[in-house]
């Protein structure tokens, strides 16, 4: 007897279907032999795969637009192919293996300038997912596209070519250390005080002695010139200071008030008014005519050593031993500044002609300041690494400085770099030590420099007409970091 037939459910072809290809896939990945191949790529998790490495990898990239693509014409690609040849722009491609189509731009990085060329307005090139660094790039920088950047130049300003100074001239007549020098408005003369307690005159085209003037019982520290009447200022270690009339070659005042020796001199550019400065650390502002002091500016710790006098507010510098600048009020007398920037003695300051700045001098190192707030603007690229006793500037940019070893050093303005190292040779007779440089002035023209110095001899200094850029290149190189003190 026959037993209940029991009935077994239909399987759904589709079903099988899917079975059977899953055990053919198990199968082939177990027993194919090109097991080992990689399988093809898909496209669409490729894109999104490299969208989301670039947009990791490179942060600071912007998107250049969302435009979708249209299809070019065949002029257009050919003009694209031209520039894209022609330009110096460097394209990272994908990972190996991936062979991107020409019209999907997301597959390269373009590192370039950010502008697109004119010739493209016409044609669109943004794809999706494409990006474009700039080549100056963001401040962030990653790490990973240093390598390609373009180096960023400089900011330090480049000097301007000078040719070198020359000696062309030495002058021996004092009988002591030469410490101070001044021009005649004419440049026709220029007068020099010395230790040996005389002013001396002298002829400028010849250097010729014109005049010797006594009068001083020690050396003679200051000297001016006036621009507006005859007159010529002295100052000395006597602590007397004298106005000399040259019509008559005379002393006709004398302004009392300094209680030790004076060591700077300078005479207001548009007042009748003269400004001395000394041991006794105070520079005194005296009326030409009337002889009267009119204000004693205290308030330096030390000898004042240095001073100049402009037309506008501040319109009186002061540097001292002290370490300090001193900007003065000239209505009340009082400080309006003081620039502490300086570590050692500030023994010589010159204004520039023509911009509103200063430099000033000291054995740590020369500073230029501005105008009239006093910011510090950057320190001179070298070290001199000596006391420096006089610096002057001409209307070209060009600055001297002078050292107690005997070494001329000429400077570019505006970029602080030192284009020329001279020594000073002493005179047969004298020491080496003597080899010092105590007072620097430029004539009127500002193409003759004149140099005081302790073997008692005066030098004049010219520019090399024979050099030219080519005998004697700038050898610059732009500082790496910026002190700001």
Same mark, same amino acid.
Request: glycine share 8%; net charge positive; charged share 20%.
């Given at each position: ?10 399987? !759904? ?153 020359? =000696? ?49 019982? !020690? ?23 004298? /106005? ?6 005379? #002393? ?29 650390? #105070? ?73 509103? /700045? ?6 740590? =190192? ?22 420096? =006793?006089?610096?002057?500037? =001409? ?67 010219? !520019? ?5 850029? !080519?005998?004697?290149? #700038? ?11």
């Amino acid at each position: 007897m026959s037993g209940p037939t029991m009935e077994m459910e239909p399987v !759904e072809p589709q079903s099988m279907k899917k079975l059977s290809l899953k055990s053919l896939k198990r199968a082939l990945d177990l027993f194919s032999p090109v097991h080992g191949h990689i399988a093809p790529l898909d496209t669409e998790s490729k894109k999104i795969r490299l969208s989301h490495k670039i947009s990791v990898e490179y942060g600071g990239i912007k998107g250049t637009g969302s435009q979708p693509d249209r299809p070019l014409g065949a002029s257009a690609q050919n003009r694209v192919q031209k520039i894209a040849d022609s330009s110096s722009v460097l394209a990272l491609p994908g990972p190996e293996g991936s062979k991107a189509p020409k019209e999907d731009t997301h597959n390269s990085l373009v590192v370039g300038p950010s502008l697109q060329p004119k010739a493209l307005n016409d044609v669109s090139l943004h794809g999706k997912s494409s990006t474009i660094i700039s080549a100056f790039g963001s401040s962030e920088r990653n790490l990973s596209t240093s390598a390609i950047m373009e180096r960023i130049p400089s900011k330090w300003p480049r000097p301007l070519w000078h040719p070198p100074w020359k =000696n062309y001239r030495v002058i021996s007549g004092h009988l002591g250390w030469v410490r101070s020098v001044a021009f005649d408005p004419s440049n026709t003369w220029f007068c020099t005080g010395s230790a040996d307690r005389t002013i001396k005159i002298w002829d400028v085209a010849s250097g010729k002695l014109k005049l010797t003037l006594t009068g001083h019982i !020690e050396q003679v520290r200051g000297l001016a010139v006036s621009t507006k009447h005859t007159y010529m200022f002295s100052a000395g270690d006597d602590k007397l200071v004298k /106005c000399w009339d040259l019509e008559q070659n005379k #002393v006709i005042r004398s302004y009392h008030g300094h209680l030790s020796g004076v060591y700077c001199l300078a005479l207001h550019p548009t007042i009748d008014i003269l400004l001395t400065g000394g041991r006794d650390s #105070v520079c005194r502002v005296w009326d030409i005519r009337s002889k009267m002091q009119i204000y004693a500016l205290s308030g330096h710790e030390n000898t004042v050593c240095s001073v100049f006098a402009r037309p506008t507010d501040p319109q009186v510098v002061t540097g001292s031993h002290d370490s300090t600048i001193k900007f003065w009020d000239l209505r009340y007398g009082k400080t309006m500044t003081t620039l502490t920037h300086h570590k050692k003695s500030v023994r010589a300051m010159a204004l520039h002609p023509k911009e509103n /700045c200063f430099a000033s001098a000291s054995a740590d =190192n020369i500073k230029k300041f501005s105008l009239p707030r006093g910011e510090f603007l950057h320190n001179m690229l070298s070290q001199q690494k000596t006391i420096i =006793n006089a610096m002057a500037v =001409n209307d070209e940019g060009v600055m001297a400085t002078g050292g107690d070893n005997g070494s001329l050093w000429f400077w570019d303005w505006k970029s602080g770099h030192n284009f020329q190292q001279a020594q000073t040779i002493v005179q047969p007779g004298s020491l080496d030590s003597e080899a010092g440089i105590y007072a620097l002035s430029y004539d009127v023209t500002g193409t003759r420099l004149i140099s005081c110095e302790a073997d008692k001899t005066i030098k004049m200094w010219k !520019e090399d007409e024979h050099a030219t850029p !080519e005998t004697h290149p #700038v050898n610059f190189r732009p500082p790496k970091d910026i002190r700001r003190f």
